[in-house]
């Protein structure tokens, strides 16, 4: 677990986050290893495909207790769940056990999945958040291309796709950096199992440092 100004962070693999803070919080848990016994205070789930929402990862980590926060894309995937959960959009801003987030939208502009058709339409209201813990905020961008409304995003951490195919290259998550603000320390996502390498998660480290941002690439790690 890395420890960012006493924020753990673990990457769990692909799209998937561990933060604890104040409480645990959960992103896109996808084909986790849970060790812990830890639950989940609060869950964000981007979108509704497979790798992003998957009732079987969890089924693992959330109690009675645990809230869901999700894109309106995301219910029928979280359907067998009872547990109390928040529906947003994009550009809407909430809390959950004072945990405040925003709502980004995420989608493509030039990944397409037929001719003129993309993967992750922008109509469909797909999500990135960021999350505030201990006074930092921390963007996870989902399943997105570079697009304009990261220019309104302020974050000292910053999660980033970098795999290609379905989302930005290590490229254009550079590019990407270039306008979300307050950038600390950037982290590559969305690598290492179905699409993008670990040279994917190298390149974006060295495009990012020569823009003058830290990053790291994360050893994926149990929940």
């Known amino acids: 677990m890395i420890d960012i ?3 753990g962070l673990s990457w769990l693999g692909h799209a998937g986050f561990k933060l604890v803070g104040e409480l645990v919080v959960a992103i896109d848990p996808f084909r986790i290893t849970a060790v812990s016994g830890d639950k989940a205070d609060v869950v964000f789930i981007t979108h509704e495909h497979f790798d992003h929402c998957s009732p079987e990862d969890l089924v693992q980590i959330v109690s009675p207790e645990t809230v869901i926060v999700a894109p309106h894309v995301a219910r029928d995937c979280l359907a067998p769940f009872p547990n109390e959960k928040l529906f947003v959009e994009p550009f809407e801003k909430g809390e959950v056990f004072g945990v405040p987030f925003y709502t980004v939208p995420a989608y493509n502009v030039n990944k397409f999945r037929a001719p003129g058709q993309v993967f992750h339409p922008k ?3 797909r999500v990135g958040y960021v999350i505030g813990l ?5 963007y996870h961008a989902g399943d997105t291309d570079v697009i304009p409304e990261m220019s309104q995003v302020e ?3 910053a999660m980033l796709p970098v795999s290609g195919v ?12 270039k306008l979300i603000r307050g950038v600390q320390l950037a982290i590559p996502m969305h ?22 941002v830290r990053s790291l690439v994360p050893e994926r790690e149990p929940w």
Request: glycine share 12%.
């Open 191 to 212: 690598w290492g199992a179905i699409v993008g390498s670990v040279e994917d998660a190298v390149r974006f480290k060295r495009l990012a440092e020569a823009l003058g």
């Open 123 to 125: 109509e469909d209201g």
């Open 166 to 177: 379905y989302v930005m290259t290590a490229e254009e998550a550079a590019e990407a950096l």
């Open 155 to 157: 974050a000292e951490v």
């Open 134 to 138: 201990r006074g930092l905020r921390f």
């Open 5 to 7: 100004d006493g924020v």
